[in-house]
């Protein structure tokens, strides 16, 4: 499956950004997904997941609360609605994808990544 991240931009703190992840391919529903971010000199760390139908969702507990992840099979795609934004937000959003499961939260565990988009939270 091949990923492709839009949505990201620059926005001041305490603002909301949604991001989205179109899926190629026919089997998109059979795929757990996921959003991780990678800040400058930082490792890349999860930020959320969702399971097949969208009925289990998990997020790390510094976005939890202010973000939200879903997903439309019917059009392959999932999203990251990001709100209260805080400068610490700021990074490079990837969206990824496996599909042997549900429950992980770690990069390796994830077998297709998109590119990337940035997000920029200014204070």
């Known amino acids: 499956v091949q990923l492709v991240e839009s949505g990201g931009g620059l926005v001041q703190a305490g603002g909301s950004l949604r991001l989205s992840c179109a899926a190629s391919g026919r089997t998109f529903s059979r795929y757990t997904m996921g959003w991780f971010r990678q800040a400058p000199g930082k490792e890349r760390e999860f930020v959320a997941t969702?399971?097949?139908?969208?009925?289990?969702?998990d997020y790390s507990d510094s976005v939890k609360g202010r973000f939200t992840i879903s997903r439309d099979n019917a059009k392959n795609t999932v999203y990251l609605q990001m709100n209260s934004l805080k400068p610490e937000d700021t990074a490079v959003y990837y969206c990824?994808?496996?599909?042997w499961g549900f429950g992980a939260t770690t990069a390796t565990s994830f077998d297709y990544w998109g590119q990337g988009t940035q997000v920029t939270v200014s204070s």
């Open positions: 990824a994808a496996y599909n």
């Open positions: 969702i399971n097949w139908n969208g009925g289990s969702t």
